[in-house]
């Protein structure tokens, strides 16, 4: 079975983590602890929005977790 690619995500192993760029050129890589392409996309449908406010510098919160 072929799946789409989705944006911000990257599998090792089996394994979907999310993974863009910060300001400053560093990286952001967490694991979203699932194997599911399914369940890795309905997290990035979420978290796509929020990652594009944190690499223009425009998240309130000013930091990741």
């Given at each position: 079975?072929?799946?789409m690619t989705i944006r911000h995500t990257i599998t090792r192993n089996g394994i979907y983590y999310v993974r863009f760029r910060l300001p400053g050129n560093k990286?952001?890589?967490?694991?979203l602890e699932?194997?599911?392409?399914?369940?890795?996309q309905l997290f990035m449908s979420f978290a796509s929005p929020e990652i594009l406010l944190v690499q223009r510098g425009n998240h309130p919160s000013?930091?990741?977790r």
């Open positions: 079975m072929c799946h990286y952001f890589r967490k694991s699932t194997d599911s392409h399914t369940q890795a000013g930091s990741l």
